[in-house]
């Protein structure tokens, strides 16, 4: 498959190109870096599952045409538990990293001054 997907000169060496594997791949770690915000990059180790959602992502780049729909529904798939492991959903196991959180610890309430009380509005009451 890799030889079909890469081999795209005018002549057909019947070799796999590493430079269109290294692009697919390229193009697949930026995709799977813009999800994981919510953890320091890069990461010191490389999580099986971030590991089977790049490969599907770099195998759906290296078609030029539409792809059959098993590798079409492997992309959709990995870009839907990126969501997920950027929404929370999914929890990457970091080795003890924890993702970077908002800062926040709960609900902020401020007061201020009521605008319309009965000094301010002579004239209406």
Do not use: C
């Not at 002549?11 to 594997?21: M, P």
């Not at 599952?49 to 290296?62: H, P, R, T, V």
């Not at 959180?101 to 309430?109: H, R, S």
């Amino acid at each position: 498959m890799l030889i079909r997907l890469t081999d795209r000169g005018e002549v057909a060496t019947e070799t796999i190109d590493t430079d269109v594997i290294d692009r697919a791949l390229a193009d697949a770690d930026a995709v799977i870096n813009g999800y994981l915000g919510r953890y320091a990059l890069p990461l010191a180790a490389t999580p099986p599952l971030i590991a089977d959602l790049a490969q599907a992502i770099a195998i759906w780049k290296l078609h030029v045409y539409e792809p059959d729909p098993k590798i079409k529904a492997d992309y959709d798939q990995a870009l839907k538990s990126l969501a997920q492991i950027s929404s929370g959903v999914i929890q990457l196991d970091l080795d003890g990293a924890e993702p970077e959180g908002a800062g926040g610890t709960g609900v902020e309430i401020t007061d201020r001054d009521r605008p319309l009380t009965e000094a301010t509005m002579k004239g209406f009451i």
